[in-house]
């Protein structure tokens, strides 16, 4: 699972904790069943994580699976969705052709640059009819209009993210999803603080806005740590959940 910046083995301990825990998954997952049909009877939370949010997508009539490919998350989400949470890559569900009535992955698409096979085989296990719900724009929803905003936004290159809203949403269609409503959830919990983003940036997590520029990063880790209020959260951001419905 070296696929990603974070390495979610380990993450898995204190994941909870450091995502927002309880309040940023209910805001999830409402968000995510007001997008899902009433009809709905399977559902497939793909790269649950810890199941935090997963575990709050039941609802009378609809079962909830789990699949995520760190062993130590699945491990802690089987707790929560005992029986129904697997170990799976995204990109290779072991489930047959159109097997289910919605696919969903919350904060998935922004870490992978293979985000379109991810949305290729949502659009396989989908039934026509059958809804996919992603978060998108994932990083362009962090700091907006703070201190550390002013200083990111520059460099910030959305260009390139792999979850912007118009490559998922052509992808989509080029698998035969087409676009439904979308909504927002707030990041309960998920303000950033300067400390904790010269922190990531020194981590490698906006790497790709720099090609790997050790002084570009210095620069911009000065320019934060020169801000006020060091540990004081900006404002909880609000994320974006795009929905596609698979054509018959
Ligand atoms: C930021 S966490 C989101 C977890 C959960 N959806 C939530 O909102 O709390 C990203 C998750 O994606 C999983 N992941 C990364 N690459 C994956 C892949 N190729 N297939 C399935 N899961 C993957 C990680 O193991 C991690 O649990």
């Given at each position: ?32 069943l ?9 559902l497939?939370?793909v ?21 995520d ?8 989400a ?14 290779r ?9 919605a ?32 978060t ?8 907006v ?19 912007r ?9 080029d ?6 409503p ?13 400390r ?7 981590a ?5 806005w ?8 210095e ?5 934060l740590t020169?801000l ?5 959260p ?15």
């Amino acid at each position: 699972m070296a696929e990603t910046v974070l390495d979610y083995e380990a993450e898995a301990a204190h994941y909870d904790r450091t995502r927002g825990g309880v309040p940023r998954a209910e805001a999830a997952a409402e968000a995510v069943l007001r997008l899902v049909p009433p009809g709905a009877r399977t559902l497939l939370d793909v790269a649950c994580g810890t199941g935090l949010v997963t575990e709050r997508l039941g609802r009378p009539g609809l079962r909830v699976h789990g699949a995520d490919a760190a062993h130590a998350m699945a491990k802690v989400a089987a707790g929560r969705v005992p029986g129904r949470t697997v170990r799976a890559d995204a990109r290779r569900l072991p489930l047959p052709d159109a097997s289910l009535d919605a696919v969903t992955a919350v904060w998935l698409l922004h870490l992978v640059p293979f985000a379109t096979d991810v949305v290729a085989e949502a659009a396989r296990v989908l039934r026509p009819g059958g809804v996919l719900v992603v978060t998108v724009d994932k990083d362009a929803a962090h700091d907006v209009g703070s201190d550390i905003d002013a200083i990111l936004r520059p460099h910030r290159s959305q260009g390139r993210a792999f979850d912007r809203a118009e490559l998922i949403t052509a992808c989509a269609a080029d698998h035969g999803l087409d676009p439904a409503p979308g909504t927002f959830f707030t990041g309960h919990g998920q303000g950033a603080t300067p400390r904790d983003t010269v922190r990531k940036l020194r981590a490698g997590y906006y790497a790709s806005w720099f090609d790997g520029d050790r002084a570009a990063t210095e620069t911009l880790a000065a320019e934060l740590t020169a801000l006020p209020d060091q540990d004081r959260p900006r404002a909880d951001p609000r994320y974006r959940l795009e929905s596609f419905v698979r054509r018959g």
